[in-house]
């Protein structure tokens, strides 16, 4: 999908605002799931597949697309419409097709190296960045839906095929079958038939012709690949995220419609711990990842759920030591970590800021766009009396949402308290100069 960032059409952070809200959901499994779909995707494209950002977008609509270089956006309403790991993957490859095929050259260069907060920006006309934590854990991305798909630049026939095309030349390239991506392109073919208002943003996005579908028909039937089936990996990690979405964005009833209490399998459990969990049944959300934990003790994501419905209870002390077991087996999951850091912080034990810091500082080094861990850090940097560095850390979480006043004004009074030279004072003024680029740009884009 493309997305034009002609700033002529984009809203300031104002009119944003008043605007109705969409949300990002941050999730460390589901994540690292999408990750896994790509990655082969990526290798076969030619492109690096060490940078992947995905970015899950809260909403109902089946649509997917790709900005700013390997950032994925999805909707997490694709994911749970979706029948199996091959039609996820068929929209990944498609998409990154695009990519391929220079499709995205249109887009602003700023689009490239912007953060997250700004991608948004730009595309959504969104005014703040998310910043999630935790399984699940949500936060608004302020933007109009409006502005968003006038912004959308709809393909032309030839763009859309030449992605169809290189999309099912990755997939076989990996030994993956594009019967996939045709299930999908047929299910967004029957969504042309609806009333536009009525449609998916990817059927208005990705205007489709009986011709495309042909086409890659006659490929697949060509296929070595044609008939390769999901692999074991791709369908658990399918189900398990299909679990965790429904259970937590869809409710109990509908959940145990689905998970009934007579279903005993991993994945069912998985999503009605989650329904309990947002319904505040904490007592049946704990019986039931307790009995994964039992089946699965090495599994990091049961004891990142325990963790974050004991916090969700206010026992953050118990809270701890799951998402220490958590942190431990999955060492290299930022979100994870985030976590961790952010009980830390909770805690009424000062003793424990030091290293909550330490964790935290490794956590944005990773994401440096992760607002909570900017906000987490400039708590724990001002329960020690740091003011400079509390500050600083403020600096760059505001700067990461777009709030470029807020961000001037804290790296401004974080310069004012470290000594002239120093690391931290030259990164205040970076954030100044950033923060006064960021404003000049909102008002040029309220004068047009």
Do not use: C
């Not at 700004?118 to 839906?145: D, T």
């Not at 206010?314 to 961790?340: T, Y």
């Amino acid at each position: 999908m493309l997305l034009t960032a002609a700033s002529a059409i984009l809203p300031t952070a104002a009119e944003a605002q008043r605007r109705n809200s969409i949300s990002l959901v941050r999730d460390a499994e589901i994540e690292n799931t999408i990750r896994a779909y790509s990655a082969p995707l990526f290798g076969a494209a030619g492109l690096s597949n060490e940078a992947i950002t995905v970015h899950l977008v809260n909403d109902r609509a089946l649509n997917a697309f790709v900005a700013g270089g390997q950032r994925i956006f999805i909707n997490t309403g694709l994911l749970i419409r979706a029948d199996r790991p091959a039609q996820v993957i068929g929209v990944l490859a498609h998409e990154i097709g695009h990519i391929a095929g220079g499709h995205l050259a249109r887009l602003s260069d700023a689009i490239d190296t912007a953060s997250t907060a700004m991608i948004l920006s730009l595309l959504f006309g969104a005014a703040a960045a998310v910043a999630g934590s935790g399984e699940g854990a949500a936060a608004a991305v302020l933007g109009g839906q409006q502005v968003a798909e006038r912004n959308l630049l709809a393909f032309t026939r030839a763009q859309e095929s030449a992605a169809d095309q290189a999309g099912a030349s990755f997939l076989e390239q990996t030994n993956q079958s594009a019967s996939g991506l045709v299930e999908f392109l047929r299910i967004i073919g029957n969504q042309e038939a609806l009333m536009y208002e009525r449609q998916d943003p990817y059927a208005r996005t990705h205007p489709m012709t009986p011709e495309r579908v042909a086409a890659l028909e006659g490929r697949l039937s060509r296929s070595p690949a044609r008939n390769a089936p999901d692999t074991p990996e791709n369908l658990e990690r399918f189900k398990r995220m299909q679990a965790k979405l429904i259970g937590y964005l869809d409710g109990l009833p509908a959940t145990l419609r689905k998970y009934p209490q007579s279903d005993t399998s991993l994945y069912a459990r998985y999503a009605r711990a989650f329904a309990y969990f947002r319904g505040l049944d904490f007592q049946n959300a704990i019986k039931e990842v307790d009995g994964l934990i039992a089946l699965y003790p090495k599994d990091a994501y049961f004891h990142e759920l325990k963790s974050d419905i004991l916090l969700n209870q206010g026992k953050v002390a118990e809270s701890l030591p799951s998402m220490q077991e958590a942190q431990r087996l999955a060492p290299n999951e930022p979100l994870l970590a985030l976590g961790l850091g952010q009980r830390m912080v909770a805690l009424e034990d000062n003793s424990r800021l030091g290293e909550a810091i330490d964790i935290l500082k490794k956590v944005t080094m990773r994401e440096p766009d992760n607002g909570a861990a900017w906000q987490q850090l400039a708590v724990a940097y001002g329960r020690t009396g740091d003011i400079g560095m509390a500050s600083l850390a403020s600096a760059e979480r505001f700067l990461v949402s777009g709030s470029y006043r807020d961000a001037l004004g804290q790296a401004e009074r974080a310069s004012r308290m470290m000594k002239e030279g120093t690391p931290g004072w030259l990164r205040a003024q970076d954030i100044v100069a950033a923060a006064k680029d960021g404003q000049r740009e909102d008002r040029r884009r309220g004068g047009r």
